[in-house]
T-cell receptor, first 115, second 113 residues
Framework: NAGVTQTPKFQVLKTGQSMTLQCAQD?????MSWYRQDPGMGLRLIHY???????DQGEVPNGYNVSRSTTEDFPLRLLSAAPSQTSVYFC??????????????FGPGTRLTVL | DQQVKQNSPSLSVQEGRISILNCDYT??????FLWYKKYPAEGPTFLIS?????DKNEDGRFTVFLNKSAKHLSLHIVPSQPGDSAVYFC????????????FGTGTRLTIIP
């Protein structure tokens, strides 16, 4: 199992450019989510999905779009990048079985810089 | 408004001694608490968790204590080993079974050989 994979590892964008951060998992997990990590802020939830076709907003969703067309993939789209989106982005997945907490597995992260 | 707080950005401990990492929370709806460990250039990995119906959970060298009345939890690592050097994040979840986590800001633990 590759677990949770993220591409690219590093990316530099100019203000106003768009891009998609890719996330894939091969564990047949229903629940997937995106977090961003900023200095002094910990990790903050951007968007999450409880299954294919279902997405919802987290704590800091503005400026980001997501979709979940398959169980395996959960891409994060930046429509018009801003310097405030400079951060490290982590994707996570879990079984998402209702009734108890399911351990989340995190990808290695994408470091994004917006100039 | 930081609902999960880790007030110590860093901590240094001698190898073999006990490491104690602290975490405070403000949201009374949190009912599940977790500790994640993170090495540089890697994603966080799950370490240990505790439900609000317990006050202690142990897994090998790691023990988490929960004081609900004080809204405080702590992670004890005994004995500390050089491989424990990492950033430790406290996280909390409301509505037991909900994977939406609120993270603290992290504590960088350095184990001195």
């Amino acid at each position: 199992n590759a677990g949770v994979t993220q591409t690219p590892k590093f990316q530099v964008l100019k203000t106003g450019q768009s891009m998609t951060l890719q996330c894939a998992q091969d564990m047949n997990h229903e629940y997937m989510s995106w977090y961003r990590q900023d200095p002094g802020m910990g990790l903050r939830l951007i968007h999450y999905s409880v299954g294919a076709g279902i997405t919802d907003q987290g704590e800091v969703p503005n400026g980001y779009n997501v979709s979940r067309s398959t169980t395996e993939d959960f891409p994060l789209r930046l429509l018009s990048a801003a310097p405030s989106q400079t951060s490290v982005y982590f994707c996570a997945s879990s079984y998402g079985q209702a009734g108890y907490y399911n351990e989340q597995f995190f990808g290695p992260g994408t470091r994004l810089t917006v100039l | 408004d930081q609902q999960v707080k880790q007030n110590s950005p860093s901590l240094s401990v001698q190898e073999g001694r006990i490491s104690i990492l602290n975490c405070d929370y403000t949201n009374s709806m949190f009912d599940y608490f977790l500790w994640y460990k993170k090495y540089p250039a890697e994603g966080p990995t799950f370490l240990i968790s505790i439900s609000s119906i317990k006050d202690k959970n142990e897994d090998g060298r790691f023990t988490v204590f929960l004081n609900k009345s004080a809204k405080h939890l702590s992670l004890h690592i005994v004995p500390s080993q050089p491989g424990d050097s990492a950033v430790y994040f406290c996280a909390a979840s409301a509505d037991f079974g909900n994977e939406k986590l609120t993270f603290g800001t992290g504590t960088r633990l350095t184990i001195i050989p």
